[in-house]
């Protein structure tokens, strides 16, 4: 018997071709074969997808150092991996986003209510300062309603951008996390080693993104904010295990990161105002 896929001659009793590795098929394709085959890539302990989640959970500094070795087979590529984390964030965004968003206004409401009085306080000396530095004649009566009304809508509009646009900064901060990692941390890897692990990291912050977006559906829109913090605290531990160094040992680093980021964050946001300044012309 042959191989369908190269033609070389292997024994009956065969289930991958010595030559190629393909899987030797003998049996027709019926609906509960396709769906073996399916659940076994899909969700089997073996899959790789799984194997790399699993990993950067427990034990992210021995997957990337093997990775970076050359083990790479038993793993998803890091950017496949980020990827598909993206694409499924962006399905599960898109499609529950109004939901989200109705809980959202409704518990913004609750808490701008039940902490009232101090907004009170608030937006009168906001509105005190504002008539100081006014040159009408008749400042406006301050109207709390309508203070309350726009600063929900502020916060709802600021969660409701953040959502629309997670996998498009998600992509966008990748390169700029790695570059700012391979500043802080350095030797001995390289800035295309970062990247890796960046991506890597990234990918598991992006899926437990779409995981606890589904948990808040369901429980509080509260639970999405643990997010970051939780990603914080992530960083420090995955780097924290690579470069094996103590938690005191990485406060420093996190605060030189946070430091290069604002940096980076302002020669952004300068860029742009440069490039709308040339467009204006």
């Not at 998600?170 to 390169?175: I, R, T, W």
Request: hydrophobic share 50%; proline share 3%; net charge positive.
């Amino acid at each position: 018997m042959n191989c369908k896929n190269c033609q070389q001659a292997h024994g009956t009793t065969a289930k991958f071709c010595s030559n190629c590795g393909a899987e030797i098929v003998t049996e027709r394709i019926t609906l509960g074969h396709l769906w073996r085959d399916f659940a076994e890539k899909a969700f089997g302990w073996d899959n790789r997808y799984l194997i790399t989640t699993k990993l950067l959970l427990l034990h992210p500094h021995i997957l990337f150092k093997e990775y970076l070795g050359g083990t790479r087979k038993k793993y998803s590529n890091p950017f496949t991996y980020f990827a598909i984390a993206a694409a499924l964030g962006l399905l599960v965004f898109s499609q529950f986003t109004d939901k989200y968003m109705r809980m959202a206004e409704s518990m913004n409401t609750a808490q701008f209510e039940s902490m009232e009085s101090f907004y009170k306080k608030l937006a009168l000396e906001e509105h005190e300062a504002a008539l100081k530095d006014s040159t009408l004649s008749e400042p406006a009566e301050f109207d709390f309603a309508k203070y309350k009304a726009k600063s929900i809508k502020n916060s709802n509009d600021m969660q409701k951008d953040v959502l629309k646009n997670y996998n498009f900064w998600a992509f966008l901060l990748l390169p700029t996390y790695a570059f700012i990692a391979f500043i802080v941390y350095r030797k001995p890897y390289s800035y295309g080693e970062h990247l890796v692990i960046n991506a890597y990291i990234q990918g598991l912050l992006l899926l437990v993104a779409v995981v606890f977006f589904l948990i808040s559906l369901v429980v509080s829109p509260m639970v999405y904010f643990a997010l970051l913090p939780m990603s914080i605290l992530y960083y420090l531990y995955a780097y924290a295990k690579l470069y094996k160094l103590s938690f005191g040992a990485s406060i420093p680093k996190l605060f030189k990161f946070f430091m290069v980021l604002l940096g980076a964050l302002v020669v952004m946001f300068l860029l742009g105002v440069f490039v709308g300044f040339l467009r204006s012309f």
